[in-house]
């Protein structure tokens, strides 16, 4: 080789990696590429989640107003209830002092027509005693039949009792008759004392005769 002549020798690096150890970028086609490792990402590299979005003053204005509305008809609901339910408890008391007060002056009617009764039996006993043609025994006749009128209309209801069977809740026996009939055993023969009912309520007892069954043989 002369002096001066330069020659240069090219020598041809297979390496793959550079003196760094990075993978060459000129490595001989048809080498295998190198092997590169990719550390997973950092959580500081990944997307944060989304976040709901927080409600704005209009929604949150409209969810108060919703709420109020819905509590305020509660109230009402809650409030017509009781109105109607108080409604109903007047009308139930009104007519439960209705029924006291009807009651309290049918008491007090029956009670004044029971007083009249008596006088309404000694016009009778003087009825009885008195001639039946006399004019006297008429006028008292008439006078008797007036007041058992009045008090027919104001509710007094006289019993019928004669032919009936003795009912001790109706009836008192004033006296005793032996038949021999065992179909009249207990039968009413006869009335002593009328008896007397005002609007359904029993205000005076009648007093009969009650048949009493004795068999012939021991009569």
């Not at 240069?8 to 060459?24: C, H, S, W």
């Not at 007090?108 to 008596?118: D, H, I, P, S």
């Not at 039946?132 to 007041?147: F, K, M, N, S, Y």
Request: with cysteine; aromatic share 4%.
């Amino acid at each position: 080789m002369e002096q001066g002549d330069e020659s240069t020798v090219r020598v041809k690096d297979r390496r793959r990696f550079d003196a760094e150890g990075n993978p060459r970028q000129d490595a001989e086609p048809g080498a295998p590429a190198a092997v590169t490792s990719q550390a997973p990402a950092t959580p500081a590299e990944t997307e944060p989640p989304v976040e709901a979005a927080a409600p704005s003053p209009l929604e949150r204005e409209n969810q108060r107003l919703w709420e109020e509305l819905e509590s305020t008809r509660k109230r009402m609901n809650d409030l017509a209830w009781a109105v109607k339910n108080g409604e109903r408890e007047r009308e139930e008391f009104k007519q439960r002092l209705q029924r006291e007060r009807d009651q309290l002056m049918d008491l007090e009617r029956a009670k004044a027509a029971t007083a009249l009764l008596e006088a309404v039996d000694e016009l009778e006993l003087c009825l009885k005693a008195a001639p039946a043609d006399h004019p006297l025994t008429q006028g008292v006749r008439l006078i008797r039949e007036g007041i058992v009128v009045r008090l027919q209309q104001s509710g007094l209801e006289r019993l019928e009792v004669v032919g009936r069977t003795f009912d001790p809740n109706d009836h008192e026996a004033a006296d005793m008759e032996i038949t021999g009939h065992a179909g009249d055993d207990q039968k009413i023969t006869a009335e002593v004392r009328a008896g007397y009912r005002f609007k359904g309520r029993l205000v005076r007892p009648a007093r009969v005769k009650v048949a009493r069954y004795v068999p012939p043989a021991n009569a």
